[in-house]
């Protein structure tokens, strides 16, 4: 079987937002995943773990979407500013029944992504939430000459107003939002968003919530009442190896376990092919984005955690279904402008975990570096042929991929062999450039076990190691994929 990369073939552009990421005020994400607050001996600027914010860095988180989530529809912005003391104590409902201080608040998370140096994402109230309060916030953040809100800034000790593109406008609001129909929220939708304001030379981007998982009806309503008024609309899907009451363990897991997860995941493609014909329906010139904004397994919590923190580990089966989702949402990148893995830190397919001072990176964020090499490449037109991966009376692809080219002119190929039993041959027939001529190198992430991950005993237990498992001829890659791996090739 051969596989087909055609150079001089452009599919589209790998927008870098796809590569973005989602922290909500739900366990330990927030507090103590990122922040520890001034006086803590954790080492931090102005509150925030550095080693939390260089690990980011590293992976070029272009974008993060804060504070929810269920939580964002519950969130009251204007608790969260002015003196951390004297900001209210409520109790997080949805996440654990927890106190929330609000010491992480506007302007700590404006803070945040200047030290990453992403763009933030603000997700707005409609489920609880006013229209007034929602355009407040937006002028708190953007409005730069006199106004009650820019006042209110400056006392807080910030005269510029910030820059903010990415603002949603509600959060599931067909479920923890509000229980709306979507005929029901397509009208607040456009209530909502008038208030949404572009002041001075900021403008926003404003974003609409979309459906569950495979909901058509609520992505047509929302197409056919208020396309014209967004300029991206969200999706959600979560991959979750069993039911939602029994969800199965991050470790630990079966042979079974680990198929099915795949296959769920390898679902994505599905889901986004289906919404994106029903906005062709309504948006055939494709103005407007999808965005995947909450994405990643979900798995029973770790043994002894509280249940509504949502913290599991992150093993390579992770790093799999991280590997195949990024391929998909290469190959719908026309569409698929922006996506948040849920979420950043210690909450459901986080890239880092934390515990105290200690930290991991996990097989996941492993991935991220990776394939960080494809933010803002042009797609190339690979067709991949590769056998199938058959098991338990089921079969899926046994190989997912696919091409970029950066603005350097290299070349890189991401390659998931999802087969846990066997190394899978892949033979590309290079159009457009000489194999002969090229300088190839590779990294490869795998392991003997299928559920390897990093505790903070053994943080290196699991991560990418350079790759020599291929050969050229003259028109020729031949790539020999071990089983269960990630694998990214440069080509030079
Ligand atoms: O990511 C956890 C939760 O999953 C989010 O708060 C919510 O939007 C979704 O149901």
């Known amino acids: 079987m051969s596989s087909v990369l055609n150079v001089d073939t452009i599919k589209g552009k790998i927008n870098k937002n796809i590569y973005g990421h989602f922290s909500e005020h739900l366990g330990r994400c927030i507090y103590e995943g990122i922040w520890v607050g001034e006086d803590s001996p954790i080492p931090n600027t102005n509150g925030i773990r550095n080693d939390v914010v260089e690990a980011l860095k590293q992976i070029r988180v272009p974008v993060l979407?804060?504070?929810?989530?269920?939580?964002?529809?519950?969130?009251?912005?204007?608790?969260?500013?002015?003196?951390?003391e004297n900001r209210k104590r409520m109790i997080n409902t949805h996440w654990g029944g927890v106190?929330?201080?609000?010491?992480?608040?506007?302007?700590?998370?404006?803070?945040?992504?200047?030290?990453?140096?992403?763009?933030?994402?603000i997700n707005g109230n409609v489920g609880s939430g006013t229209v007034q309060e929602m355009s407040e916030w937006v002028e708190y953040l953007t409005f730069g000459g006199v106004s009650p809100m820019a006042e209110l800034r400056e006392e807080n000790g910030r005269e510029q107003p910030w820059s903010v593109t990415y603002f949603g406008v509600g959060n599931e609001n067909w479920?923890?939002?509000?229980?709306?129909?979507?005929?029901?929220?397509?009208?607040?939708?456009?209530?909502?968003?008038?208030?949404?304001?572009?002041?001075?030379?900021?403008r926003i981007h404003r974003i609409a919530c979309g459906p569950n998982s495979d909901d058509y009806n609520w992505m047509d309503v929302l197409m056919r009442e208020a396309a014209r008024y967004m300029d991206s609309i969200t999706l959600h899907y979560y991959t979750v190896p069993g039911t939602w009451g029994n969800k199965g363990p991050a470790t630990g897991f079966s042979?079974?376990?680990?198929?099915?997860?795949?296959?769920?995941?390898l679902f994505m493609d599905e889901l986004i092919t289906k919404h994106s014909t029903i906005m062709d329906k309504y948006d055939p010139d494709q103005r407007i984005g999808l965005i995947v904004d909450e994405w990643g397994t979900w798995y029973d919590v770790e043994p002894g955690t509280n249940p509504g923190f949502l913290y599991q580990q992150n093993s390579l089966r992770d790093a799999l279904v991280a590997g195949l989702t990024l391929n998909i949402f290469h190959k719908h990148c026309n569409r698929v402008r922006m996506a948040n893995i849920a979420q950043t830190i210690n909450v459901l397919q986080a890239v880092i975990l934390t515990e105290g001072e200690k930290i991991a990176l996990t097989p996941t964020y492993?991935?991220?570096?990776?394939?960080?090499?494809?933010?803002?490449?042009?797609?190339?037109?690979?067709?991949?042929?590769?056998?199938?991966?058959?098991?338990?009376?089921?079969?899926?692809p046994e190989v997912t991929g696919t091409a970029s080219r950066d603005a350097e002119?290299?070349?890189?190929?991401?390659?998931?062999?999802?087969?846990?039993?066997?190394a899978s041959t892949v033979t590309i027939d290079l159009r457009g450039i000489s194999a002969a001529s090229l300088t190839v190198t590779g990294t490869t992430l795998t392991s003997e076990e299928l559920d390897a991950h990093n505790t903070f005993e053994q943080p290196d237990r699991i991560a990418p190691k350079p790759f020599d498992a291929f050969k050229t001829d003259g028109t020729h890659l031949v790539v020999e994929l071990p089983s269960k791996s990630v694998t990214v090739l440069e080509l030079v």
């Open 65 to 84: 979407r804060w504070p929810g989530g269920c939580f964002a529809d519950e969130y009251h912005w204007k608790d969260g500013i002015g003196p951390r």
């Open 99 to 121: 106190v929330e201080n609000n010491h992480f608040g506007t302007h700590e998370f404006m803070e945040l992504c200047a030290q990453i140096g992403c763009e933030p994402y």
């Open 175 to 202: 479920g923890c939002g509000g229980n709306m129909r979507p005929e029901y929220y397509a009208d607040l939708y456009r209530q909502y968003q008038t208030y949404v304001r572009n002041y001075g030379d900021n």
């Open 255 to 265: 042979r079974e376990e680990w198929f099915t997860t795949l296959e769920k995941a």
């Open 366 to 396: 492993h991935v991220f570096d990776m394939y960080k090499v494809h933010q803002d490449a042009e797609l190339l037109d690979l067709n991949l042929e590769s056998g199938t991966y058959s098991a338990f009376g089921r079969s899926i």
């Open 409 to 422: 002119g290299k070349i890189h190929i991401s390659l998931c062999n999802l087969n846990d039993e066997s």
